[in-house]
Nanobody, 126 residues
Framework: QVQLVESGGGLVQAGGSLRLSCAAS????????MGWFRQAPGKKREFVTA????????AYADFVKGRFTISRDNAKNTVYLQMNSLKPEDTAVYYC???????????????????WGQGTQVTVSS
């Protein structure tokens, strides 16, 4: 099993930045891609970004391109989400996810991820 713990959420003004972290523990050798999803109140969970095991492949939702950057440090079993130029519509609970299957692509749908963190709240004020 794999456990994921997010941190770094909080309250920030529009235009500000936050850096989220997701630390993995347990059978981390079984993890391939890792991703971030988010869910705003009353909305469905949506894909934000993902990164392959090597870090060589990334995927971003259109609404975060140019503002958010995903990275990972496999030595620390941690994935990061640097969020810049935050907007009020970025307000949501952000979830870290891990995929235990090797794929020829980086998964962007939540059903393809096997492990999930508890989420961290990000609130952007206008």
């Amino acid at each position: 099993q794999v456990q994921l713990v997010e941190s770094g959420g909080g309250l920030v003004q529009a235009g500000g930045s936050l850096r989220l972290s997701c630390a993995a523990s347990g059978r981390t050798s079984t993890i391939y891609a890792m991703g971030w999803f988010r869910q705003a109140p009353g909305k469905k969970r949506e894909f934000v970004t993902a990164i392959s095991r090597s870090g060589g492949n990334t995927a971003y939702a259109d609404f975060v391109k140019g503002r958010f950057t995903i990275s990972r440090d496999n030595a620390k079993n941690t994935v990061y989400l640097q969020m810049n130029s935050l907007k009020p519509e970025d307000t949501a609970v952000y979830y870290c996810a891990a995929d235990k299957l090797f794929r020829l692509y980086t998964a962007v749908v939540d059903r393809e991820y096997d492990y999930w963190g508890q989420g961290t709240q990000v609130t952007v004020s206008s």
